[in-house]
């Protein structure tokens, strides 16, 4: 056991100890700007619809997958027809899945970032492994900084896995040549969900 | 042999050999770099997040123990199993040992340069078990049989003709086919069969949170996910240095990883791991390996705050034109050359001295790591421990004994004007290093101290 060595040997050898900064004056006052979201988002590679009705994702995303044959949505209302019992399996039997379609709690406006958990995915692999991927998020729920999300959504953790995700996969790794759709979704679409009032 | 490599400058030579794929390298790396510039910029706090991220990282380093043992603890209560690994060796053999109890001969791993400073996959080939790696950029120097030569960017040194041939060999694709769009899907389909077979996946770690055991893998591809979600067993290998204090602390990290790293906002994914999903193991390996002897060196403990952007790779002059395998270190480049030399002094006796000591590379970093005053201060530690080169230490035997005296040194300049004058082929050879790519300059006919005297009196 090298528990007790590794352990004895950074404590003889650690600087004394000095303050955490404080981080306060990173915060914003106020919500985030959506617009400036979707900005990041389509640099990123990803697409911003606004909608006012969840009845408007159907028709949106026919047009931008019209092939898109096997759909999940993790709510019924994003997609009625969607698959169902879709949770029995270990997230293999999301390997020929066409679309994802899940909420997103919270978008960052300095980075196009949205936070999931498996809170709400139940499946950790899904985003992932979905070919395209698509997220809904309320305008309401964009925020300024990773600071004011971590502060003031995400300060203590929920579930055991969450990520944010900004933009579709990709990699540069071929000659710095910019690919969409290394492991990951391939796109990813972003509904910004304004409720009429 | 006295090392088991050629040294810096000798592979360097051996990189330049071709001046026009240098001249590719260089540039492309630069454009990295640009883009890390037009980010930065664009953020008004920036200095302000640099100092607040090294900061942190300095509570860090005084806190150590304590953080470490809060991390085990909470991830524990999350339902992982912890490990710590003294030294590569215990770290491969623990590993092994997870892999052996599942039964696997084959399985997919995400980046990681901790395994590759332990040289996990060759110790598990001797073993007959079959690493994959998943990263696109480690996945083409893997099947080249090379490793990476840059932490972020694992195969900037190739072209993407070698890569062509190098997937038509070993994945089937058309002869001749060297489009970076096409390669990329062929390796999608080809790595996506190997995530649904794999039931164990490894993953690197960016940051371990000691508030709440969680751990942040931050990745563009999505490769750490595709396998840490699919498996039965999940292993996380990370060096002790990765722990930050509270969740919080990540707000600072994750805005300034990937702006110095590739000038993105954010990688496309920052995945939060903390418990196990169900019917799932997590295994956390958390390695030493010289850690804590660094620790312990004041003039170079600031290297373990290094969040591994290689935002000093892309900027250094020397390691864009002698290209990151010259440093025949897992961690190439200005930081490689700070770290390696406390891993093995003799072995990486040369690093330190690959650079031109411009700074650069301490004014790009993200946690102000003072990397150019620790190359200068290995060099002194390396000399005075008789690690370096017999020519180096003659020379610099000399220049001790002609710059100490007045007087010897006044009569050796005198020497060295009227030769460079009388016979300039004396120096302008290529025995003479400093004649490599360029002309000797002409001599003057005096020297500064009786140019002083004689115009100072004007």
Redesign the interface.
């Known amino acids: 056991m090298s528990r007790e060595s590794i352990l004895a040997a950074i404590k003889n050898n650690q600087p004394e100890q000095q303050a955490l900064p404080d981080l306060n004056a990173f915060r914003r006052t106020g919500p985030g700007d959506p617009a400036a979201f979707r900005k990041v988002v389509e640099t990123l590679g990803g697409q911003v619809f606004g909608i006012s009705s969840y009845t408007e994702i159907q028709p949106l995303m026919a047009e931008h997958l019209p092939d898109a044959r096997k759909i999940v949505a993790i709510q019924e209302q994003y997609w009625p027809g969607a698959l169902t019992e879709w949770e029995a399996g270990d997230g293999r039997q999301f390997e020929d899945v066409d679309l994802a379609i899940i909420p997103g709690q919270f978008g960052v406006a300095e980075n196009g970032a949205i936070w999931i958990t498996d809170i709400e995915i139940k499946e950790r692999v899904l985003p992932f492994i979905t070919q395209h991927l698509a997220i809904v998020v309320s305008s309401q729920d964009i925020l300024p900084t990773m600071h004011d999300a971590y502060e003031e959504r995400i300060a203590r953790p929920e579930g055991g896995f969450g990520v944010f995700i900004a933009g579709p996969s990709k990699t540069a790794d071929i000659e710095q040549s910019l690919v969409l759709g290394a492991h990951g979704a391939k796109s990813l679409t972003v509904f910004l969900y304004t409720p009429k009032s | 042999m006295e090392h088991q490599h050629k040294e810096h400058s000798v592979l360097a030579e051996e990189f330049n050999a071709d001046e026009a794929r240098v001249n590719w390298h260089d540039e ?1 790396l630069w ?2 770099r640009q883009k890390r510039d037009k980010m930065a910029w664009s953020i008004p ?1 920036w200095e ?2 640099r ?2 991220a090294s ?2 990282k ?2 860090v ?5 304590d953080y ?2 809060e991390f085990e603890r909470n991830a524990q209560a ?1 339902g992982a199993v912890v490990h ?3 030294d590569a060796a ?1 770290h491969n053999k623990i590993v092994l040992q997870l892999l052996q109890e599942q039964g696997v001969k084959r399985m997919v791993k995400s980046k990681s340069m901790l395994t590759e400073e332990c040289h996990l996959n060759p110790y598990l080939a001797e073993h007959g078990i079959e690493v994959i790696d ?4 480690e996945r ?1 120097v893997q099947l080249a049989k090379e490793p990476p030569s840059h932490i972020v ?4 040194h ?3 003709e070698e ?1 062509g041939d190098l997937f038509h060999e070993h994945l089937g694709t058309p002869a001749g086919n060297a489009d ?2 096409f ?3 062929a ?2 389909q080809h ?2 069969a190997e ?2 077979q794999s039931r164990v996946a490894i993953t690197g770690v960016n940051f371990a949170v000691a508030e ?1 055991g ?1 751990m942040v893998v931050c990745t ?4 750490a ?2 396998g840490a ?2 498996a039965d067993v999940h292993i996380a290998c990370m060096g ?1 240095e990765k722990i930050i ?1 509270q ?6 990290f ?2 300034l990883l990937a702006r110095s790293a ?1 000038g ?14 169900k ?1 799932q193991q997590l295994h956390i390996v ?1 390695v ?1 390996n010289g850690r ?2 660094q ?2 060196r ?1 003039d170079f ?1 600031n290297s373990l705050k290094c969040i591994r952007c290689g935002a000093c790779m892309n900027t250094c002059p020397v390691y864009r034109r002698s290209g990151g395998h010259s440093y025949h270190n897992a961690i190439a480049g200005p930081i490689g050359a700070i770290l390696a030399p406390n891993l093995d002094m003799k072995e990486y006796a040369d690093l330190p001295f690959a650079s031109t000591l411009c700074g650069s590379c301490s004014n790009v970093c993200p946690v102000k790591i003072d990397i150019h005053q620790q190359l200068y201060k290995w060099r002194q530690v390396i000399t005075q421990e008789g690690y370096t080169k017999k020519t180096k230490a003659a020379g610099m035997h000399a220049m001790n004994i002609v710059l100490s005296k007045p007087g010897l040194y006044k009569t050796a300049g005198g020497v060295g004007r009227w030769v460079m004058r009388t016979f300039p082929a004396v120096v302008n050879n290529g025995l003479n290093p400093w004649f490599k790519q360029r002309e000797m300059p002409e001599a003057p006919k005096a020297s500064f101290a009786d140019w002083y005297k004689k115009n100072r009196k004007q």
Not at chain 2, 134 to 137: A, E, I, Q
Not at chain 2, 220 to 223: P, T
Not at chain 2, 268 to 273: I, K, L, N, R, V
């Open positions: 492309t454009w990295v706090e302000d997040l100092e607040a900061r942190i300095h509570n380093l005084g806190n150590l123990h470490l043992l999350n710590w690994a003294a215990e998943t990263d696109l950029g083409i960017l694992p195969c900037i190739k072209k993407k890569i970076p769009k390669l990329t899907a390796a999608r790595l996506r995530f649904i709440t969680e563009n591809e999505g490769n996910d595709m979600h699919l002790i204090p969740r919080k602390h990540l707000g600072v994750l805005r590739t993105q906002p954010i990688t496309t994914y920052s995945s939060h791991f903390r418990a196990p999903k019917g958390l030493d804590s002897r620790l312990g004041e403990r």
